[in-house]
């Protein structure tokens, strides 16, 4: 089960609770039981706890993981404040404070101020924990990476700290050296984990410090040594140079990246979190809304609620042999999937309306209409042409007024208005045929084809779509550039003016990729609003719903009477 499996399923199951819901919407103990349900979906998140002792290379580690320089690190130990990483729209740290629930948010660059010692000498700025918020697909997911102060420091709260959190942590990472494997301190806390009965990685960090030989000697020590905890799962231990890996996760980096041994760590890491940490949480999700289905079928008296519990059961049943019944196929899980072995390259949203082509007929448009309505309020030719063409359509009459203003409207459509009537009396004076009529009127109505402003718009259309297509061509098969997005009916003109190859499938491939990754969005959304934990959700969530309508429609203020297919 990847990441994306995961969610799905995780969609589908609220989907079954909903439905057991709207089964009897007035019954109270229904409601509740569902929404405490859909909670447990909703706040479903997962502690990986980095724990070691100080100057082990922890915070150098979790960088290499995320792909940047986002944690503080040095030789001086940090002050006793837990600092956790989850996913965010854009890269910040929000505070929490003792006692108080009190939070502020701070650029990232800022987060040293408050978690390291220096800074901040034995937490006297009361930080409880310091939440880093970034875009990386992994957090996404509901991952939480926590970052917690180093063990054996002189720091007393440092190693007090961190054993209070591990009651909290769903999985360890413990990071170790070779310059001295397994201090006392790190004993001690595995041995706690060896209790606590959860997975746990064991890393030997800085590996470019020693030799083959010196290597192969203290693998086997920490090899040994954690045999005599007796876990009941063997941990396993990698070797690592998390300095060395810093840095290195870009392409071309392949070679460097292996020698680090960062990549064999994190392939077995997030095979753990997408597949081993899955099948638990759904096996322990579906026992429960099992359980609260079968009880609900059996206890009513209504046979038709009993029928419709006992379907839902049957989706159940479908949903789990779907997600547990068959042997999930493991695999690293990266930023972008690919598809029939074509690379996603990464869209670029236009910051207003989502679509380029939207946004390049918007700018047409406003300038247009700026130097236009000017024109009608002063010249009398301008005018009189107006009133000729019957105005403009009704779409661009509303944004004409957005922009003019009332001494512009009255200066601007006597001319119009006066036509108009004429039209109006003189068929009125001869009315005899009904259909006649209804045509006459309707030839009243300006139309694409008298519509000034939609002489503009085709034309800029036009414009727009050859500069995507360009743009496309250009950009197709490079993942270091960002294709201009587009919605739906202006990917269709895009589609016809590059007919096919490469970059039609780029095109494709990444606007599937948006629009899967945009309803994921929306499902998150949702579920914690049922489950009111709004509160959980990121910005994108919160956004999607607007994102999504934009891609499918366009944007509301470029919509009209026509379709874009008559363009070509």
């Not at 045509?439 to 402003?453: D, F, G, M, Y």
């Amino acid at each position: 089960m990847d990441l994306k499996e995961y969610e799905q399923a995780k969609f589908a199951l609220a989907e079954i609770i909903r439905s057991a819901h709207a089964i009897d919407t007035k019954d109270e103990a229904l409601h509740s039981e569902c929404r405490e349900l859909l909670t447990r979906l909703a706040e479903d998140r997962f502690n990986l706890l980095v724990v070691g002792r100080f100057s082990r290379g922890k915070s150098t580690l979790m960088n290499a993981l995320l792909g940047g320089d986002y944690l503080p690190t040095g030789i001086v130990p940090l002050t006793s404040a837990i600092t956790t990483v989850r996913y965010g729209t854009r890269k910040q740290v929000v505070l929490i404070f003792n006692d108080s629930g009190l939070h502020r948010e701070v650029p990232l660059s800022h987060l040293a101020d408050y978690v390291t010692q220096q800074a901040n000498p034995g937490n006297i700025k009361n930080i409880a924990y310091a939440e880093i918020q970034l875009p990386v697909e992994i957090l996404r997911r509901g991952f939480f990476f926590v970052d917690s102060p180093g063990l054996g420091s002189s720091i007393v709260e440092n190693t007090e700290t961190t054993e209070r959190f591990l009651p909290e942590a769903d999985a360890f990472v413990l990071v170790t050296s070779y310059e001295s494997p397994l201090s006392e301190e790190e004993n001690r806390i595995l041995q706690r984990i060896r209790h606590a009965n959860k997975k746990l990685f064991v890393v030997v960090n800085k590996q470019d410090t020693v030799s083959t030989e010196e290597r192969a000697e203290v693998l086997k020590f920490v090899g040994e040594r954690l045999k005599q905890f007796s876990f009941s799962e063997e941990p396993q231990v990698f070797s690592i140079s998390a300095r060395q890996a810093t840095g290195k996760k870009q392409p071309g980096n392949e070679d460097l990246l292996d020698e680090s041994g960062l990549r064999s760590f994190q392939s077995s890491l997030l095979r753990f979190l997408t597949e081993e940490r899955a099948q638990l949480f759904f096996s322990n999700m579906y026992a429960r809304v099992s359980s609260f289905l079968m009880l609900r079928a059996r206890s009513l008296g209504s046979p038709e609620h009993e029928e419709a519990y006992n379907v839902l059961m049957g989706r159940l049943h479908v949903l789990r042999e779907k997600t547990l019944g068959v042997e999930s196929v493991s695999g690293e899980v990266v930023e972008c999937e690919k598809d029939s072995g074509v690379p996603i390259t990464a869209l670029q949203l236009e910051k207003r309306t989502g679509c380029r082509v939207c946004g390049a007929i918007f700018d047409a448009i406003f300038h247009f209409l700026s130097k236009y309505q000017y024109e009608l309020t002063i010249n009398s030719e301008t005018q009189r042409d107006h009133a000729r063409r019957g105005g403009f359509c009704p779409l661009h009459t509303w944004q004409y007024e957005n922009i003019s203003s009332p001494y512009g409207v009255c200066t601007a459509y006597p001319e119009l208005a006066h036509r108009v009537a004429r039209e109006l009396r003189e068929l009125a004076s001869r009315a005899t045929d009904v259909d006649e009529l209804h045509e006459n009127i309707t030839s009243l109505l300006p139309t694409v084809a008298t519509c000034r402003v939609c002489e503009v718009r085709i034309a800029a259309e036009r414009k727009a779509v050859l500069e995507v297509a360009d743009a496309v061509r250009e950009m197709a098969g490079s993942n270091e550039e960002r294709l201009p997005a587009c919605c739906l009916p202006h990917l269709v003109a895009t589609v016809g003016t590059l007919r096919k190859g490469k970059p039609v499938q780029s095109l494709l491939n990444a606007h599937a990729y948006l629009l899967e990754r945009t309803a994921e969005d929306l499902q998150r959304y949702a579920l914690r609003h049922d489950a009111l934990r709004r509160y959980l959700t990121s910005e994108e969530e919160r956004q999607s719903a607007q994102l999504i309508l934009l891609l499918l429609a366009g944007h509301r203020s470029i919509n009209a009477p026509w379709s874009v297919d008559s363009l070509y």
